[in-house]
């Protein structure tokens, strides 16, 4: 089982930018996908960027298109998570997750994933 921990939440302004960050520990290199989902409160957790890690593809819900990137440094073993023009409909707890070979349900559903981080807090005010 993989460990992930997330770092970089903070408190914005709108129309401001955070970098995520998500070590992740006792990967052996089989995982091929991991994402960044959030939930609001009161609200359902939400798949927002995922890569395919063989070619580093990405993939983006229309909510955070053009405005956040996804990445990995393989050295290290850390997912990143770009975020530009922060809205306040952006806050909500960030998760980064890692899959290993569960069903796959889409690169957006949580149900494709079993590895989970604790979350990080973003809050954007306006």
């Known amino acids: 089982q993989m460990t992930l921990r997330e770092s970089g939440g903070g408190s914005p302004q709108a129309g401001g930018s955070l970098n995520l960050s998500c070590v992740v520990s006792?990967?052996?290199?089989?995982?091929?996908?991991k994402a960044w989902f959030r939930q609001a409160a009161g609200e359902e957790r939400e798949g927002i960027a995922s890569i395919y890690i063989p070619g580093g593809v990405p993939y983006y819900a229309d909510s955070v298109k053009g405005r956040f990137t996804i990445s990995l440094d393989h050295p290290t073993n850390t997912l990143y998570l770009q975020m530009n023009s922060l809205q306040p409909e952006d806050t909500a707890m960030y998760y980064c997750?890692?899959?290993?070979?569960?069903?796959?349900?889409?690169?957006?559903?949580?149900?494709?994933?079993?590895?989970w981080g604790q979350g990080t807090q973003v809050t954007v005010s306006s």
């Open positions: 006792y990967d052996t290199g089989s995982s091929k996908w």
């Open positions: 997750a890692a899959r290993r070979t569960g069903a796959w349900h889409g690169p957006f559903s949580s149900l494709s994933y079993e590895d």
